[in-house]
């Protein structure tokens, strides 16, 4: 009777643990266990110093210390980054990325540049067939300028006649003169436009040559020796 009452209490008190049992294998299932045995340390927020076989939830803003059986320490875990921590990270990451992708864009636009002109004959010779596009444009100003100057010498010479009163001046001759000045001050406006146009393309092409300069020493450079000892 005895032994029957035991065995009832024994299974009794079993069943009442289940559920603690249950929920601390759920804990230690959380996470793996140290590798080889070992533990992980670490102080709390609270300045309590936690021990476990697995890193430690309470620890995750703080390192935490990988112990061996010993008790020396295997490495040491930063703590978790924060979620700015993290955008941080990802906008650097980001950043990487471009720069790889303008390294790379600037690799081909350095090759592109290269076979455009192979040498420094090629490259003024471009420079010349663009500044020769302008020149023609000025020259064509130029030439305007001076058929409208020597109209208005003509004009000039009609207004002498009204030259103590020039209100008098027939409004034809009047209405010439004021178009052919605006005529003038407009193929003076072209020149200055084409005459900024040349300074922007002798500013793109003399860049353009310094940086070939490095780009032809480069190619002309010869390769290392093999078997050659690095620093």
């Known amino acids: 009777m005895i032994h029957t009452m035991t065995a009832r209490r024994t299974i009794g008190l079993t069943l009442a643990a289940a559920p603690f049992l249950m929920a601390g294998a759920a804990v230690h299932a959380q996470a793996p266990a ?12 609270q300045g309590r110093r936690i021990t476990a076989d697995r890193p430690i939830a309470a620890c995750i803003d703080r390192p935490q210390s990988e112990l061996n059986r010993s008790g020396t320490t295997v490495r040491v875990i930063p703590p978790s980054p924060t979620a700015t921590e993290r955008e941080a990270q ?14 790379r ?24 067939k663009a ?15 001076d058929e409208l100057q020597a109209d208005r010498k003509v004009l ?20 010439a003169i004021e178009d052919n000045e605006q005529g003038q001050q407009e193929q003076r406006r072209a020149i200055a436009s084409q ?9 793109r092409y003399d ?23 690095r620093p």
């Open 90 to 103: 990802q906008a650097r990451e980001r950043e990487a990325v471009l720069e790889r992708q303008r390294a």
């Open 131 to 145: 500044l020769a596009q302008t020149q023609s444009v000025m020259d064509t100003a130029q030439k305007r300028i």
């Open 105 to 128: 864009d600037a690799l081909r636009r350095d090759q592109g540049l290269v076979n455009r002109y192979p040498n420094a004959a090629a490259h003024d010779a471009d420079r010349k």
């Open 195 to 203: 005459q900024e146009e040349q300074d922007r393309i002798n500013a």
């Open 207 to 229: 860049a353009e040559a310094a940086h070939l300069k490095t780009l032809w020493a480069g190619m002309s450079a010869p390769p290392p020796a093999r078997g050659a000892s």
């Open 34 to 45: 140290a590798p080889g045995g070992g533990i992980y340390s670490c102080v709390d927020a």
């Open 156 to 175: 000039d010479e009609e207004m002498e006649f009204y030259r103590k009163n020039p209100a008098k001046a027939p409004a034809r001759v009047r209405r």
